[in-house]
């Protein structure tokens, strides 16, 4: 069975760096039918997608967070991180790290980790 | 401000059918998936591709698809089912990943 963990600093300082770490087992990052991917969700809020990566290296990012995103792969510890530069209070939220169904038509995320708080303040 | 909209609330009585809208131009091209979230948990997939489900979710659950909607089906309601649902699919430009805004369902 496929799990995914997040983990990172609960507690972030405005204008620093955000950086999580997503840990997959039962199964490999280097599967050429899936993308990673980060999702995220402030409190009492929807549901925000983050940004995808392939295990290659490629990477699809929200074009509203693009120029603070970066998502990284280390396929020799079956990983993958979140890094959000320059956050403020709006980026205080539950992170979630999910499995992306390489598909164009049909796009998933079937795995979910159980999510992470990360807060935002001085 | 998200391309898939969806009503904030519904509610439905026991055993009863409740449809959940999400509506947006891109759906006339791609396929949404739904997922449910009950309150301090992670969201979990319900219904993807044309009308799947994954392993361990009930045939309760439906999804279909028309014009620029997608809709997910519950057929006899149950007081699990109480929860936060949301739609997923890609953006009018196909590059990337949004969410609906999330239906609030309420059983009775």
């Known amino acids: 069975q496929l799990q995914l963990q997040e983990s990172g600093p609960g507690l972030v300082k405005p204008s620093e760096t955000l950086s999580l770490t997503c840990i997959v087992s039962?199964?490999?990052?280097?599967?050429?039918?899936?993308?990673w991917g980060w999702i995220r969700q402030p409190p009492g809020k929807g549901l925000e997608w983050i940004g995808s990566m392939y295990y290659s290296g490629g990477t699809y990012y929200n074009p509203s967070l693009k120029s603070r995103v970066t998502i990284s792969v280390d396929t020799s510890r079956n990983q993958f991180s979140l890094n959000l530069n320059s956050v403020t209070a709006a980026d205080t939220a539950v992170y979630y790290c999910?499995?992306?169904?390489?598909?164009?038509?049909?796009?998933?995320?079937?795995?979910w980790g159980q999510g992470t708080l990360v807060s935002v303040s001085s | 401000s998200s391309e898939l909209t969806q009503d904030p609330a519904v509610s439905v009585a026991l055993g009863q059918t409740v449809r959940i809208t999400c509506r947006g131009d891109s759906l006339r091209t791609f396929f949404a998936s739904w997922y449910q979230q009950k309150p301090g948990q992670a969201p979990v997939l319900v219904i993807y591709?044309?009308?799947n489900r994954p392993s361990g979710i009930p045939d309760r659950f439906s999804g279909s698809s028309s014009g620029n909607t997608a809709s997910l089906t519950i057929t006899g309601a149950q007081a699990e089912d109480e929860a936060d649902y949301y739609c997923?699919?890609?953006?009018?430009?196909?590059?990337?990943?949004?969410f609906g805004t999330g239906t609030k369902v309420t059983v009775l």
């Open positions: 039962g199964g490999s990052i280097s599967s050429t039918d899936y993308y």
């Open positions: 999910a499995r992306d169904r390489k598909s164009m038509i049909y796009p998933s995320f079937d795995y």
């Open positions: 591709g044309k009308n």
């Open positions: 997923n699919s890609r953006d009018s430009s196909g590059n990337h990943h949004v």
